[in-house]
């Protein structure tokens, strides 16, 4: 059984509180995104989650989930033959990560800090 609340805890605190998306800060509500979606085999897992308003999760004109290509390209979204913890992510200051199992970023190539 997932611990979801857990895991909110555990992606809210990696990301600071903010979107990994825009980069704003984060209110209670927001959504927590499968990067490789669980109809591709995505598991619960924190390296396949991350924090998102829910307008850039689904509601907006430029959300994940309704600009599927750009996502992909951004790490926003992964490949059906991809592993997320293997799949980088570009963050909303420039930075490139992978997300680790502990929860953590691995930097890849680091930008400003992550507090926009």
């Known amino acids: 059984m997932t ?3 857990y895991l909110r805890e555990l992606v809210l605190t990696r990301c600071e509180a903010y979107c990994e998306k825009c980069g704003l800060g984060l209110t209670e509500d927001f959504a927590l995104h499968h990067r490789k979606l ?3 085999g995505g598991k619960d897992t924190v390296d ?3 924090a998102l308003h829910h307008q850039c999760h689904n509601l907006g004109t430029n959300s994940v989930h309704l600009n599927i290509k750009l996502a992909t390209e951004t ?5 059906r033959h991809a ?4 799949y980088p992510l570009q963050l ?9 199992v502990e ?6 190539e680091r930008k400003d800090s992550y507090g926009w």
């Not at 790490?75 to 490949?79: A, E, Q, S």
């Not at 592993?83 to 293997?86: L, S």
């Not at 909303?92 to 680790?100: A, D, E, I, K």
């Open 38 to 40: 669980r109809s591709r």
């Open 48 to 50: 396949n989650l991350i």
């Open 103 to 108: 929860g953590k970023y691995d930097y890849i």
């Open 75 to 79: 790490g926003h979204i992964v490949p």
């Open 3 to 5: 611990d979801w609340k």
């Open 92 to 100: 909303p200051n420039g930075s490139t990560v992978r997300l680790t």
């Open 83 to 86: 592993e997320p913890f293997e």
